[in-house]
Structures are given as structure tokens and as C-alpha cells.
């Protein structure tokens, strides 16, 4: 364990140039005293770590010293084969580029791992999209995507209620359960946009000036669920049946599920449970309970009801 830690310092040092011992701890997730004692252990081994001392100092390794540790394991070679990024990449139109980079793996593999590939793809694929889409990435992915790359100003088309344009700073893109969303910068503040409801992008042509300190996977985590909670603006009132209950998670948002089934608790006489549940509009709540047909009764808002009992009766009539 400690040998591993002890190269995965040194190749920190030799791809970052610098680093505290702060900086260090965190990123191998030991105390900054193991730190400390770690680069005593590599300066006796003769690898040359210099420590610049006072604040703002830190380690780095003297007169270009490069690492000769670049073996990988059975398990890191495998591992490498299940990035699974092939297809996200050849949506953002990087197919040849990964494609290129894992050749070059494979040429550099040693004989004994070259079978490393074809044991990864026997044994593992990762399916990224989602279960119900047609697998075409949104329209205007490639657009975001170099805009991305070059840190280009961007002006979108938004498809909410109405349409919307703003100009944005892309950060990043976030592939989540086959839907693609684009984090950008707007003022001082960090959005989140679905790719699939913006329905133009128009390169500005300037270029900004990104925050390195942005943590994009951070960000995600943090507000990922603010994100969907803003998505969901609108409620609605329903009576579930045992079967509504159970079938909501293929036809409503995972929070709206959990309403539901901690309403779920309380059925009446019939079995069946009435719940406040949380929708991203009066028109999508409309497309997604028409799935449950009988087994959900809309009791507000009104407008809902309504054109839930007029295609029910259209319904009826085509079955009569």
C-alpha cells in the first residue's frame, strides 16, 4: 500500500510541477505527516525531492526528474478498457481521438498484458443513455462541446415555458443517465441547462477567462439536487391506486416517486393513496399520468382534471 502511494507522489509532482504538502495529503488521502514522511523515505530511495520552505512553498522534484515507475498492473491495464467513454466521446465528436489514444495503449502494453482488451470487453460494457431514447445525441451537443474546449462565449436558445436567450460561459458538460446538461456561467453564478431543450447555439466569437479553481464534478454533486428541485415548479394533487403506486418510477421524477410513497404509508379503505406530488409543468405532469390510465385520478388543479377526464372519454369512445 505504501509503495503505491509512494509513486502515486512522485508522478503528482512530476505532472504538477509543485504541490504543498496540503495539497499532497488531500490528494492521496492520508495526513499531511504521512506526507512528511513519505518524502523523507523518497529522498533516501535518491529521487530528487527539493522542499521550498515559507509560505507558499512546497515540494517539487529538482533538474526534470521523470519517473521510470510508468508499469502498468493487470488490474490498471483492464481498468483502462472500461473507461466507457467511447460512446459520450463520439457524441461530442471525439470518436477518433479516443479511438487513436487507445491504440497507442495497446502498442505500448507488454506482451503479457496484451490480452488485457479482449478480457475487459468479454467481461464488462457500460451502456450509458438511458433505457427509453433513441441513443442520438441532442443537436446541438457538438456546438457546446467546442465551445467547451476553446472556453468560447456561446449564446443559446432556451426551450422552458417560453424561449429564452442568454449568453452564457460553457464550463463543462455532464452526461447523467443518458441525458447530456451544459454547466455554464452567467454574471457571477454557475447554471445548469439540459442540452436537449436548447434549440440554437451561436458562437460569439471571445473567449473568457476560466476559473481554474471550478470544480465541475463538485458542483454536480452539490447541486444536482437544487437542480431538479427548480425543474419541478408546479404540483399536482392524485389519487394512486396499489398499481398507480407501484409503476410511478417509469413515468414521474424519482422525487415525485418518494412523495408518493411516503404518502404510501396512509391508503384508504380501497388501498389506494392520495399525494402532492412535484411536476415540471401542468402540460409534461398531463403526457406523463396519461400513462397510468386508470390507476391515477387527478384531483387538482382543475385544469389538469379536466383535460385528464376529456381524453379519458376520448379514450372510451374509440373502445366502445
Do not use: C
Amino acid at each position: 500500500m505504501r509503495a503505491s502511494r509512494l509513486i502515486s507522489l512522485v508522478l503528482l509532482l512530476q505532472s504538477r510541477g509543485e504541490m504543498t504538502a496540503a495539497d499532497l495529503a488531500a490528494e492521496l488521502e492520508v495526513s499531511e505527516r504521512t506526507v512528511y514522511r513519505d518524502v523523507e523515505a523518497l529522498s533516501a530511495a535518491g529521487v530528487p525531492v527539493y522542499a521550498d520552505r515559507g509560505p507558499g512553498g512546497g515540494y517539487r522534484l529538482v533538474g526534470g526528474y521523470r519517473t521510470r515507475l510508468t508499469g502498468l498492473t493487470r488490474e490498471e491495464a483492464e481498468a483502462l478498457f472500461l473507461a466507457g467513454l467511447r460512446g459520450p466521446a463520439g457524441d461530442m465528436g471525439l470518436a477518433d481521438a479516443v479511438a487513436t489514444a487507445e491504440l497507442k495503449v495497446r502498442a505500448a502494453l507488454p506482451p503479457v498484458l496484451q490480452d488485457a482488451p479482449l478480457r475487459a470487453g468479454q467481461r464488462f460494457h457500460l451502456d450509458a443513455p438511458g433505457w427509453f431514447g433513441d441513443g442520438r445525441p441532442p443537436a446541438p451537443l457538438r456546438a457546446l462541446a467546442r465551445a467547451v474546449w476553446t472556453d468560447e462565449r456561446v449564446e443559446i436558445r432556451y426551450r422552458r415555458e417560453d424561449e429564452v436567450v442568454r449568453t452564457v460561459e460553457p464550463y463543462g458538460l455532464v452526461l447523467k443517465n443518458g441525458g447530456w446538461y451544459l454547466v455554464a456561467r452567467i454574471g457571477d453564478g454557475h447554471r445548469t441547462y439540459r442540452v436537449d431543450r436548447i434549440t440554437g447555439v451561436r458562437p460569439l466569437g471571445g473567449h473568457f477567462a476560466r476559473d481554474e479553481a471550478f470544480d465541475l464534478a463538485g458542483f454536480w454533486r452539490e447541486n444536482t439536487a437544487a437542480f431538479l428541485h427548480g425543474m419541478l415548479r408546479a404540483e399536482v394533487t392524485v389519487r394512486l391506486s396499489p398499481g398507480g403506486l407501484r409503476s410511478l418510477r417509469f413515468h414521474l421524477e424519482a422525487e415525485a416517486v418518494a412523495r408518493a410513497h411516503e404518502a404510501g404509508e396512509k391508503p384508504d379503505a380501497d388501498g389506494w393513496v392520495t399525494a402532492v406530488l412535484p411536476v415540471e409543468s401542468v402540460d409534461v405532469a398531463f403526457t406523463q399520468l396519461l400513462g397510468l390510465g386508470p390507476d391515477v385520478e387527478v384531483l387538482e388543479p382543475a385544469e389538469l382534471r379536466a383535460r385528464m377526464a376529456e381524453a379519458a372519454e376520448r379514450a372510451a369512445a374509440l373502445y366502445r
